[in-house]
């Protein structure tokens, strides 16, 4: 964790000027999606009712009763969404309620999907990028499709339902991040035949 740092700063320095630019809108975008995110977080104590369900059975798995809505309840798979219950089962095992880990988890994965968002925008503009012209125009061209790319996460985090459910307790944030990693994956492995098909985990997992 140490090395963080000193890697950011690597990558930083390794960028040039635009693209410098354009990690700072996208880490911007992020911020105005934190800031959107957090209404639903801390003015109003947003959840959907069903949350409720994967908590229930996070809670009594990991304190011994197994999968049940209750202590002493009917073994049974009441929850559709396996990914996410052990997810919040392994939050509430080191001491993190699902109310608070499932706020936690809503963040995380609903910033990690702007990049996915961007990312996926940006190689359907421009295309794989050793394949991109080296004119002056050429690379002209591609700045402004990069910038035009960022209008892609820029909708998303203005858009209230994407806020709204990032934080209402369910798995809608690792399913958008999921959608749109394994969306990104699978544009990146169509430009670049030499790459492993990960797209086919992160699909599996978004099936989950």
């Not at 957090?38 to 059975?57: T, V």
């Not at 910033?111 to 004119?135: E, K, N, Q």
């Not at 369910?170 to 169509?190: P, Y």
Request: hydrophobic share 45%; glycine share 8%.
């Amino acid at each position: 964790m140490y090395r963080v740092p000193q890697r950011l700063y690597g990558w930083w320095r390794g960028l040039d000027d635009h693209q410098r630019v354009q990690s700072t809108l996208v880490f911007s975008i992020g911020l105005l999606g934190l800031a959107h995110y957090l209404l639903f977080c801390i003015p109003q104590q947003f959840f959907i009712e069903d949350a409720g369900i994967s908590f229930a059975y996070a809670r009594n798995f990991v304190e011994g009763d197994g999968f049940v809505t209750y202590p002493g309840g009917e073994r049974v798979e009441g929850f559709s969404n396996p990914s996410w219950t052990f997810l919040i089962a392994i939050f509430y095992a080191m001491g993190v309620e699902p109310w608070t880990s499932s706020k936690l988890l809503g963040a995380i994965f609903g910033l990690l999907t702007l990049p996915m968002v961007y990312g996926t925008a940006r190689r359907t503009l421009i295309g794989r990028p050793d394949l991109s012209l080296r004119s002056d125009e050429g690379i002209q061209r591609i700045k402004r499709l990069d910038r035009l790319a960022l209008l892609a996460p820029l909708l998303l985090v203005l858009s209230p339902q994407f806020a709204i459910w990032n934080a209402s307790g369910l798995e809608n944030s690792l399913f958008c991040f999921l959608l749109s990693a394994a969306t990104f994956r699978i544009v990146k492995e169509g430009q670049e035949p030499e790459k492993r098909p990960l797209s086919a985990l992160l699909f599996a997992l978004l099936a989950m």
